[in-house]
């Protein structure tokens, strides 16, 4: 699944492309993703111009004067920029063409993915309106993660992954920035100290600006927007590695499942 930093990887590598250009067409091949690409788009956004590709959470904004797409990748969704007479795909499902000769193409196997609009500022939408903080920006901090957690009684893991608390700390981010911040994912929200908090905050910047940087992890499924598979794999020190040495003390690795999905840690390094 498409993570934040995939998503961020995407747009930085979409908007130079289309940015300040002109949509000729857009093309509706099955509108039948998570909700229905909405009808009429073609008629509305032909000749207008791209003002900028923007991000919140894992939604892609692509904004013009009369409104913005709100693009989620879903489960297995990628955007690529193409030439557009280029051979479409069984699960190419959405395309905008552009005056210069080139597309933006959404494929999407599994269509979990959207494709909506809105005339009004995007950050309203009611997708995006109740969203947690941006992980990176200064809203999130340390304060902040301490006076939400106090009194929960879900785990820290579910707890940073709860998108009204933070946005975009994905699975595999949580496992890992709990490993860097020595705390077990089944401590409880509520019994975090301070310094925890300090920590996790810290770990959690840290390991997503290490995955943009990268241009993100991914297990299946993506690919860069140039065309490439992405075969970024960043170098996990607990995440999918059960029975393996951890790279700190060579205790090996557990596995639980909290809230349905696999958690890994180190029971030693990790309190
Ligand atoms: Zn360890």
């Known amino acids: 699944m498409p993570e934040l930093p995939e998503v961020e990887t995407t747009r930085c590598g979409i908007a130079p492309h289309i940015e300040n250009n002109i949509i000729t067409k857009v093309i509706v091949r099955n509108r039948n993703l998570r909700w229905p690409i909405p009808t009429g788009l073609n008629s509305k956004l032909n000749q207008q111009k791209i003002l900028s590709v923007t991000r919140r959470a894992k939604y892609l904004l692509i904004n013009t004067n009369i409104g913005s797409l709100i693009i989620h990748l879903g489960m297995s969704g990628s955007l690529r920029i193409l030439q557009g007479n280029e051979v479409v795909e069984k699960h190419d499902h959405f395309e905008l063409q552009f005056k210069d000769g080139l597309c933006l193409r959404l494929r999407d196997p ?30 999130f901090n340390a304060e902040l993660l301490f006076e939400k957690s106090r009194k929960r009684k879900t785990t820290i893991k579910q707890f940073i992954m709860d998108a009204k608390i933070v946005v975009g700390v994905g699975n595999i981010y949580a496992s890992e920035s709990l490993f860097l911040a020595a705390i077990k994912p089944t401590r409880l929200a509520g019994k975090i100290t301070k310094q925890n908090a300090n920590d996790l905050t810290a770990a959690i910047k840290k390991i997503l600006k290490q995955a943009i940087k990268q241009g993100g992890t991914t297990l299946k499924d993506f690919r860069s927007s140039d065309g490439k598979p992405g075969y970024f794999q960043q170098k996990l020190k607990v995440y999918d590695r059960k029975n393996e040495p951890c790279t700190q003390c060579k205790k090996l690795i557990k596995q639980v499942t909290l809230g349905q999905r696999s958690t890994f840690y180190c029971s030693y390094c990790q309190k």
């Open 110 to 139: 599994r269509r979990f993915g959207c494709v909506l609009w809105t005339k009004d500022d995007p950050q309203q939408h009611k997708l995006l309106l109740n969203l947690g903080p941006e992980p990176l920006d200064k809203a």
